[in-house]
T-cell receptor, first 111, second 115 residues
Framework: KQEVTQIPAALSVPEGENLVLNCSFTDSAIYNLQWFRQDPGKGLTSLLLIQSSQREQTSGRLNASLDKSSGRSTLYIAASQPGDSATYLCAVSSSGYALNFGKGTSLLVTP | NAGVTQTPKFQVLKTGQSMTLQCAQDMNHNSMYWYRQDPGMGLRLIYYSASEGTTDKGEVPNGYNVSRLNKREFSLRLESAAPSQTSVYFC??????????????FGAGSRLTVL
């Protein structure tokens, strides 16, 4: 069974810092990897989708990389803002029908 | 743009009671999903539906039933609620088949407490 781990579980940074969130997975035979954002009491918003053949995807201040061979993905957030405070979830598709989610990294960006 | 709408947002049940969580999407998506989110466990797939009239079990289907009433609606039923089913339930949909290659759109969640 695919296991997805996210480190750190929680992170607090001052506004303006660049930061990296980490995601690792145990089975490298994946279809794709997605990063989601979850605000308190809300649903999940898809941020970036990286297909297994891709190395990275970018959207605005967000950049996600994928290294299938090592079972790792990173989400890079540039010039963090208080509005970036949320929980970030990594999800891997490797079974053909379901996403395997990590437990998330709770990010707090302080003014 | 409503996207994925879940009702109710909050519900408190007593052990043994039954209830149905409703989900509707207005994006003409083919596939729909029910997940549960528990502290320290991440999101886990309960059931999914690749098209109207079809449903399949996910990772944690025990204690639940689902109905894909039509293309828009996918309901989750608890026949005899148990405290272990206290959770936040999310409905999601995607345009393509549930192969994981799609971007999923999630509802805002339904918080269920079973006493």
């Amino acid at each position: 069974k695919q296991e997805v781990t996210q480190i750190p579980a929680a992170l607090s940074v001052p506004e303006g810092e660049n930061l990296v969130l980490n995601c690792s997975f145990t089975d490298s035979a994946i279809y794709n990897l997605q990063w989601f954002r979850q605000d308190p009491g809300k649903g999940l918003t898809s941020l970036l989708l990286i297909q297994s053949s891709q190395r990275e995807q970018t959207s605005g201040r967000l950049n996600a990389s994928l290294d299938k061979s090592s079972g790792r993905s990173t989400l890079y957030i540039a010039a963090s803002q208080p509005g970036d405070s949320a929980t970030y979830l990594c999800a891997v598709s490797s079974s053909g029908y379901a996403l395997n989610f990590g437990k998330g990294t709770s990010l707090l960006v302080t003014p | 743009n409503a996207g994925v709408t879940q009702t109710p947002k909050f519900q408190v049940l007593k052990t043994g009671q039954s209830m149905t969580l409703q989900c509707a999407q207005d994006m003409n998506h083919n596939s729909m999903y029910w997940y549960r989110q528990d502290p320290g466990m991440g999101l886990r797939l309960i059931y999914y539906s690749a098209s109207e009239g079809t449903t399949d079990k996910g990772e944690v289907p025990n204690g639940y039933n689902v109905s894909r009433l039509n293309k828009r609606e996918f309901s989750l039923r608890l026949e005899s609620a148990a405290p272990s089913q206290t959770s936040v339930y999310f409905c999601a949909s995607s345009e393509g088949p549930p192969s994981g290659a799609n971007v999923l759109t999630f509802g805002a969640g339904s918080r269920l407490t079973v006493l």
